[in-house]
């Protein structure tokens, strides 16, 4: 194994040891039980050099959580991007919070908005990858007890530090596999990772364009339109 796929499972192992305390009560790993589904997405869209990589948080309960893939709204992953693997489940699952895979009938919202920009803009996957790549910066989904999505940003910083140091790792090592001009943080925590992780990277140029949460009133105004004004000036859209 080499390339991304390496990368991911490296990374994998390196967050596997690692502990969260309360409110965190479940830590789901995509890389692990929807490794073939990932798998998948990196060996048939993450070859070659890149244009760009939009680079996301971390997995959202009904995306990325249930079927692997970065932002991975179900309908888009089966219909658009036909990626079938099968999808386990977490060794600890939250009762709240199942994973049922491409089965899932929960649509996550932020997934929706930014694969259907992609499929609007470039009408098939092959089009969308030859200059573009979408990660996610952090593997992991952090779940309370509630519930509720915990992310990244919202741990203590002792706990932040080893997960953020292994996560700016593979997203250095994934920037050199793809050799892009630019990488997108998508939304404010993703930019700062990325600037901080590529940083002295030469010949990457590292922006960030809105998130689109449908928590941010912003992004509820039209997100793919104010996205694509965001990359427009950097040369990405026509």
């Not at 194994?1 to 990374?11: E, F, H, N, T, V």
């Not at 760009?52 to 692997?68: F, R, S, Y």
């Not at 470039?122 to 030859?130: H, K, L, N, Y």
Request: hydrophobic letters at 40%; proline letters at 9%; charged letters at 25%.
């Amino acid at each position: 194994m080499s390339g991304l796929p390496a990368i991911a499972k490296d990374l994998s192992a390196a967050l596997r040891p690692l502990r969260f305390d309360l409110p965190v009560t479940h830590v789901y790993d995509p890389l692990d039980y929807a490794w073939p589904a990932h798998q998948e997405y990196l060996e048939r869209f993450g070859q070659g050099s890149k244009e760009a990589v939009l680079v996301g948080m971390n997995p959202g309960p009904w995306g990325m959580a249930q079927t692997g893939i970065p932002f991975g709204e179900v309908s888009f992953v089966r219909d658009w991007l036909a990626i079938d693997s099968p999808v386990g489940r977490p060794h600890a699952e939250h009762p709240k919070r199942p994973v049922e895979g491409l089965a899932c009938s929960r649509s996550e919202v932020s997934g929706r908005r930014v694969w259907g920009w992609a499929k609007d803009r470039f009408e098939t996957p092959e089009r969308f990858f030859e200059r573009f790549f979408i990660a996610n910066y952090c593997p992991l989904m952090f779940l309370e007890s509630s519930g509720r999505n915990r992310t990244p940003d919202r741990l203590p910083s002792g706990e932040r530090a080893p997960l953020l140091a292994a996560c700016d790792e593979a997203l250095r090592l994934s920037v050199q596999q793809l050799d892009p001009t630019w990488v997108i943080g998508v939304g404010r925590f993703a930019e700062a990772s990325a600037r901080r992780a590529l940083e002295g990277l030469v010949g990457v140029r590292v922006a960030g364009i809105l998130h689109p949460s449908p928590a941010s009133p912003a992004a509820n105004r039209g997100w793919q339109a104010q996205a694509r004004a965001q990359l427009a000036t950097l040369g990405l859209e026509d």
